[in-house]
């Protein structure tokens, strides 16, 4: 049952992300005399405000919306497991200096470091990515930086190091694979909060800019209609729920089985 769950979870995403290869049609098609009408059997969210099918719009928004996300997590998750690599092995000063910086990065949450990136750069793509990567990135190099440090120390480790293989031999091969192995559920994890960051930076007007569909840019156009389109409404914020719960899903699936594992060791 865990594991057909789990694989209706990655069925949704990938759903999500290429649906909008099955629908013909221009998500930014206009039809002012159909503006908030209503859900039809060939138009089941209806329309907009603007005349466009909402489940076209909000089609076309998922593999933008999940593509950004999903690559501020991969940034985020690179520069952090190489901060973290780089302190437990050089020590002293250097882990001192990387780690007060990613102690400052902290200090901020997230979203509002994000927010502040993307509103000083101007909004877009660009700043979105680069705000979430950063607020992204201190979780990462924390943790790898531990994983590092544990495994550093170990015999096989000192031996390699005795040897004269070179450092990023010693990283790749010995120190690589448990920071891999520790820390890519958060990684999995935090795609579903990177989905939310991106749909919140949207709803603020620093996102991706309309007419192009954006899930959080959505909801905003739809706010000032919310008593006449409820269900226009409700779509990009579904399309949001499921695609964050179904990371969160994969994220507990995953972690029950690295419990298990460890447990049957």
């Not at 901060?83 to 007060?100: F, H, P, Q, S, T």
């Not at 991106?198 to 905003?220: D, H, K, Q, Y």
Request: proline fraction near 6%; include cysteine; charge should be positive.
């Amino acid at each position: 049952m865990m594991r057909r769950m789990q694989v209706a979870s990655i069925a949704v995403l990938i759903v999500a992300a290429g649906i909008h290869l099955l629908l013909p049609g221009d998500p930014n098609s206009q039809d002012l005399l159909r503006a908030l009408e209503g859900p039809s059997l060939l138009h089941p969210f209806g329309f907009d405000h603007l005349g466009r099918d909402v489940l076209l719009r909000v089609a076309h928004a998922a593999p933008r919306s999940l593509g950004l996300a999903g690559l501020c997590v991969v940034f985020a998750y690179a520069g952090g497991l190489a901060l973290g690599m780089i302190a437990a092995y050089r020590g002293g000063l250097v882990d001192a200096v990387l780690m007060r910086l990613v102690d400052l990065l902290l200090a901020f949450p997230g979203i509002l470091l994000a927010l502040l990136l993307a509103g000083f750069l101007g909004g877009g793509p660009g700043p979105i990515l680069f705000g979430i990567s950063l607020g992204l990135m201190p979780q990462f190099a924390r943790l790898s930086r531990a994983t590092a440090g544990q495994v550093l120390a170990e015999q096989h480790v000192e031996a390699a190091e005795m040897a004269g293989f070179r450092t990023t031999a010693i990283l790749r091969r010995h120190v690589l694979p448990p920071v891999i192995h520790s820390t890519l559920p958060i990684g999995v994890l935090s795609v579903g909060g990177a989905i939310l960051s991106v749909s919140s930076l949207g709803f603020l007007g620093l996102g991706i800019r309309p007419p192009t569909p954006e899930w959080g840019a959505m909801i905003s156009e739809m706010m000032p209609y919310i008593s006449e389109a409820r269900l226009q409404l409700a779509a990009p914020c579904l399309a949001i729920f499921l695609s964050v719960l179904a990371f969160a899903h994969v994220f507990t699936t995953g972690r029950k089985k690295v419990t298990a594992g460890r447990r049957h060791d």
